[in-house]
């Protein structure tokens, strides 16, 4: 399946792969120059991003229903990101990066969400012409290369984990990072890109319980409210999409008789129907 999936598309998945590789990195600068909260609540702008290319890709029309959500979502990332700053360790001063590399910090942030915003859109448009899951997690393996060939040529040299429980962090984070894209891109396929991006930020909420858990923090008023935010933005978009979807298998049904409810091509355009 690899095989056939580079033989069909190589240029499609080393453009998807380096697309990964520059948003990656760019998450990674921008947490390491700023202050946890500030870039987690700039990356989870993705629902902006995503509505916004959409719009300008597939001259889609936003509902007031997305509206809704992507404002409340951004809300509580805003008030659940406040945590993670007011919990993360003080710097000294001299650690403190220069102007330059706090306004690239913010432009990268941005632009690893509008990237990953983008691989999100075009993982439901490639659906259209018969591309498929297997296209970009072959752009996987492009990402980990282009990675490892970045790391070995900043450092001049192969860095091999020291110890057991470094190389047992390395393989789960792997993992997991992979597995999550793997869901991330099958949500995509399946849904509507940006109700996939105003679910995605239910990871805001994750983070905040995880680090409360783990360094035993209190719980605060203001992120466990901006969490609650967060989670009727993504009941809402769930919500909405079913009652969408519903809604057009219906219309299909009492239009022509084709069409079941839950039906995939009801609400998925092909490339046997898209218009001209």
């Not at 360094?215 to 993504?234: K, M, Q, R, S, T």
Request: charged content about 10%.
């Amino acid at each position: 399946m690899v095989f056939s999936a580079v033989r069909r598309a190589p240029l499609l998945i080393l453009f998807i792969g380096g697309l990964h590789t520059v948003g990656q990195y760019g998450v990674v600068y921008g947490a390491m120059v700023l202050a946890p909260g500030k870039s987690t609540t700039l990356y989870y702008t993705m629902p902006i991003f995503t509505i916004t290319i959409n719009c300008c890709m597939r001259r889609y029309t936003i509902r007031r229903e997305e509206y809704l959500s992507t404002v409340v979502s951004a809300v509580g990332v805003i008030l659940t990101s406040s945590a993670i700053v007011s919990s993360s360790h003080e710097q000294p001063d001299e650690s403190y990066p220069g102007r330059a590399s706090m306004v690239f910090g913010y432009f990268s942030t941005l632009a690893a969400a509008a990237i990953h915003s983008g691989i999100i859109i075009m993982r439901n448009i490639t659906a259209d012409y018969g591309i498929d899951s297997t296209t970009f997690l072959t752009s996987f393996f492009v990402q980990y290369s282009l990675t490892a060939a970045i790391l070995c040529t900043i450092n001049h040299s192969w860095a091999l984990p020291n110890t057991t429980e470094d190389t047992l962090m390395l393989f789960t984070t792997g993992v997991a990072a992979f597995i999550g894209w793997l869901c991330l891109l099958w949500a995509s396929l399946l849904e509507h890109p940006s109700r996939v991006a105003i679910i995605l930020t239910a990871s805001v909420v994750i983070v905040y319980v995880g680090q409360t858990v783990i360094f035993d923090l209190p719980l605060e008023v203001i992120p466990i409210l901006g969490g609650f935010l967060v989670c009727i933005a993504c009941v809402g978009a769930a919500v909405f999409s079913l009652v969408h979807d519903q809604d057009k298998s219906l219309m299909a049904e009492d239009g022509n008789g084709e069409g079941t409810p839950g039906d995939e091509s009801s609400r998925l355009v092909t490339a046997e129907n898209r218009p001209d």
